[in-house]
């Protein structure tokens, strides 16, 4: 044991070592750990959006019949295919946009937090409108889009972080104004899925939250 207060001989003078900074975690980050891989994957949901409602086009938009039918038992995989398929070509390039740079921004806890993300909203999208949709067919991907949007929103507040906040803030002020369609005021306009979606958004945003202050406390040991 080399006593207190002596270099190294291989250690030169002057120097303070400093230990190393602990790694941000997954759930507070602000850039994707790869970001080609996010923009390659979210990306490449978009792709496979457009490549269905080109399929959808060519069927004279038979896929759409797929969608959520609000409380018809028999039509419940509708939750699962409702949010690739859209309205036309207007529709699906509303949703494109907000889809990819706010897919995007949801990817900074890793793609694995990116996956269980999209699959809550999704569903909280998907069963949502199923249980008090008006009646008639709802499709398109916005339902997933508010989500990701409220998710983004309020993530930062739920795991303390200040960069989150400050993109939150730019979020805000970009894609603020569509949360208006989470009401009733647009005809034709499925609000239940996009209020869902959004609350989707919120509910994942804090069980990223919890699992950040879980892996934060001390684990207690058990006897072997």
């Not at 291989?10 to 970001?35: C, L, M, Q, S, W």
């Not at 923009?39 to 978009?46: D, E, K, P, S």
């Not at 792709?47 to 004279?60: F, Q």
């Not at 803030?169 to 369609?181: E, K, R």
Request: hydrophobic share 50%; charged share 10%; net charge neutral.
């Amino acid at each position: 044991m080399e006593p207190s207060g002596f270099l190294r001989p291989d250690e030169p003078r002057g120097h303070n070592p400093r230990p190393p900074k602990p790694p941000v975690p997954p759930a507070k980050r602000i850039i994707p750990p790869h970001p080609l891989q996010a923009l390659i994957v979210v990306a490449g949901l978009v792709a496979l959006l457009w490549a269905i409602e080109g399929i959808d086009t060519v069927l004279g938009g038979r896929l759409d019949l797929h969608g959520i039918w609000p409380r018809e038992i028999d039509e419940w995989d509708g939750i699962i295919w409702a949010p690739l398929l859209h309205g036309g070509w207007d529709h699906l390039i509303a949703n494109s946009v907000p889809f990819l740079v706010l897919g995007i921004l949801t990817t900074a806890g890793g793609m694995g937090q990116f996956i269980g993300v999209t699959a809550i909203i999704w569903l909280f999208s998907g069963v949502g409108t199923f249980l008090i949709g008006a009646p008639g067919i709802h499709i398109g991907a916005s339902g997933v889009v508010f989500g990701f949007l409220t998710f983004v929103l309020v993530r930062g507040l739920f795991v303390r972080s200040l960069p989150q906040i400050l993109i939150a803030v730019v979020v805000f002020a970009i894609y603020g104004s569509v949360l208006w369609g989470v009401l009733p005021n647009q005809p034709g306009i499925s609000w239940e899925g996009h209020l869902c979606g959004a609350v989707g958004g919120i509910v994942a945003a804090w069980l990223v939250g919890r699992s950040l202050k879980q892996a934060s406390r001390p684990q207690p040991g058990f006897p072997g």
